[in-house]
């Protein structure tokens, strides 16, 4: 070869190289997915040409890590075309049903930090660098499942500003534009939310909708359809269509708000659909969200699926585990649903897991459980268990989190060991239990330390469970008299209300014999026409009270400032003979 043929196939060499590192770049990256799903990142080429990228590599910044082919094959990305590069490419067509594009399963995979505090390297099979990024979690993304979206593909790829949390209802937009990157026409439905999560036949059921125009102009003359889907085919069809709501403009970056009631619901499944209508977004694909509810025949008090009891600090060699109960009246299907605590999520079930009312789901660190609670062994009709070594609750008190198939949160309880009966000198080893799964998940007057001996009750009625008597009376205490002894029965007293008016400030007193105020339960807190209030038998200074007849006073003053109900009734407290 002549020193002139040499020096243009140097030259040439440099150019290709160069003009691949300016063409190809890291787009987006899963590093924090949702267990089960798995890790991938997207490289993007902005070129007009195909790049082939057989043989090329990768890395992350540990040393210890190795560096990883991302295949041996001869595989072209497109011009202005992406490729994603997966730890599992099945999972993730699991993930994102409908995922068009290149995936490409990497030979061997390297952990990237759930932290977020990591660096990628890409590589061209001459070893050359074709683009890397060191980012930290501060850059977006996040352990709960969503991607980091580069804003401006050709953009600086280590500037934090070009990088942010996917806004896509997928949470991620693998194989195409990112929801970061501006787009000409783009309106974005961010939001849809049923209220009540429950609900009741006769009752309207609430819908709230969030459009955000994401797109760089303003959008003129769109709407936001909804539909019953009544066939559940999750299409979007004419003779489906509820409510068409138009609008004439957003302008750029900006949000509106839309409410919808349905009124006199009827029982069942639902299944809705919402969709904005927009002849000229460039990206349809965040427009649509589908979301399901179950309407009861009856209010029957239940509460929903709650969060039933929670062992967070058992004894040593035992298993921590918390326990699900279905109180909705109704038949559910755990499918996908999640339960969440701290950065750690876990999948309740990856199969139909149907829970029938009355039916219990304990969630457990280890098969440790079972030598405490030895029944558990040969589970009944009611009663369903899972392992996950994943499961780390707090000592000192944290929120943990259920979630259905949608991402809709059903139950979420922040505990503090300082719901524990103050009469305990040691808790460890002693679950909280809920008194009823009706009450509010977060008032620390619904839990208390379980009664039994062996310490919890998973999968069985609480020990403490309290129920709540309905009565057409104006006040109702049960049970009266009550014994809070820590024993598990008639520990706490249930005070129902009802008032003569729809609204109303109340203050809620017990008095002893003498006239001396002891507790008090509601200070000027505002209500609706009723209400239950629970009592655990303690003063104001957590000190339980002795033996003895006490005088409940309730005292509702309506809007105007008069005084609409002024109740004493006698409360008493016992003990066992």
Not at 152 to 180: E, K
Not at 564 to 573: C, M
Request: overall charge negative; glycine content about 6%; proline content about 5%.
């Amino acid at each position: 070869m002549s020193k002139l043929k040499f020096f243009v196939f140097v030259l040439f060499m440099i150019i290709s190289v160069s003009e691949i590192r300016s063409q190809v770049f890291i787009n987006e990256i899963m590093y924090g997915p949702v267990s089960p799903n798995k890790e991938w990142y997207e490289l993007y080429n902005s070129g007009a040409v195909p790049v082939n990228i057989q043989n090329w590599k990768w890395r992350d910044a540990a040393t210890s890590n190795p560096i990883r082919t991302i295949t041996t094959s001869s595989v072209e990305i497109p011009a202005n075309s992406f490729v994603l590069v997966c730890e599992d490419t099945a999972n993730v067509r699991t993930v994102f049903p409908g995922i068009s594009g290149i995936l490409v399963q990497s030979v061997g995979w390297n952990a990237l930090n759930n932290s977020g505090n990591e660096n990628l390297v890409v590589y061209n099979s001459t070893g050359s660098t074709v683009d890397s990024l060191t980012y930290t979690n501060s850059w977006g993304g996040s352990s709960g499942g969503y991607s980091l979206e580069k804003r401006i593909p050709t953009g600086p790829t280590n500037n934090q500003a070009n990088w942010g949390t996917s806004i896509d209802p997928n949470f991620a937009t693998p194989n195409r534009q990112n929801s970061l990157t501006p787009k000409p026409y783009d309106l974005l439905l961010k939001s849809f939310t049923i209220t009540p999560l429950f609900p009741v036949a006769g009752q309207p059921l609430d819908m709230n909708f969030v459009i955000k125009n994401t797109g760089i102009n303003t959008a003129n003359n769109f709407s936001l359809n909804l539909y019953n889907d009544v066939n559940f085919d999750s299409i979007a069809q004419n003779n489906e269509l509820i409510t068409s709501k138009p609008y004439a403009s957003l302008v750029s970056n900006d949000s509106l708000i839309y409410d919808y009631s349905i009124s006199d619901i009827d029982t069942g499944l639902k299944q809705y659909i919402a969709k904005v209508i927009y002849t000229e977004d460039n990206d349809t694909l965040n427009n649509k969200i589908i979301k399901q509810v179950y309407v009861s025949s009856s209010g029957s008090g239940t509460g929903g699926i709650v969060i039933n009891e929670i062992m967070y600090d058992p004894l040593t060699n035992e298993s921590e585990w918390i326990e699900i109960y279905n109180a909705s009246g109704q038949t559910v299907n755990l499918k996908n649903w999640k339960y969440k605590e701290s950065s750690t999520t876990i999948t309740l079930s990856s199969t139909d897991l149907v829970m029938n009312p009355g039916d219990y789901f304990i969630l457990a660190h280890d098969t440790s459980i079972l030598n405490n609670f030895g029944y558990l062994r040969n589970l009944q009709s009611n009663q369903y268990i899972k392992f996950s070594s994943s499961m780390s609750l707090t000592n000192t008190g944290e929120t943990i989190t259920v979630t259905d198939s949608l991402n809709n949160t059903i139950d979420a309880v922040t505990y503090d060991p300082d719901w524990n009966n103050p009469n305990l000198p040691d808790t460890k080893g002693i679950s909280l239990e809920r008194i009823n799964p009706g009450f509010a998940s977060n008032d620390r007057s619904n839990w208390s330390s379980c009664a039994k001996p062996v310490g919890g009750t998973p999968g069985l009625v609480n020990s403490i469970y309290t129920q709540n008597i309905v009565s057409s009376s104006t006040v109702t205490i049960s049970p009266n008299p009550f014994s809070p002894d820590g024993d598990g029965y008639e520990d706490f007293a249930l005070i129902k209300y009802k008032l003569n008016v729809p609204f109303a400030q109340m203050r809620v007193k017990v008095y002893d014999i003498k006239g001396r105020l002891v507790k008090t339960l509601a200070n000027n807190s505002v209500t609706g026409s009723e209400g239950t209030i629970i009592f655990n038998g303690f003063d104001d200074s957590n000190q339980k009270l002795r033996v003895g007849i006490y005088i409940l006073l309730i005292e509702a003053v309506d809007d105007a400032g008069g005084t609409v109900d002024n109740i004493k009734t006698p409360i008493v407290i016992a003990s066992k003979l």
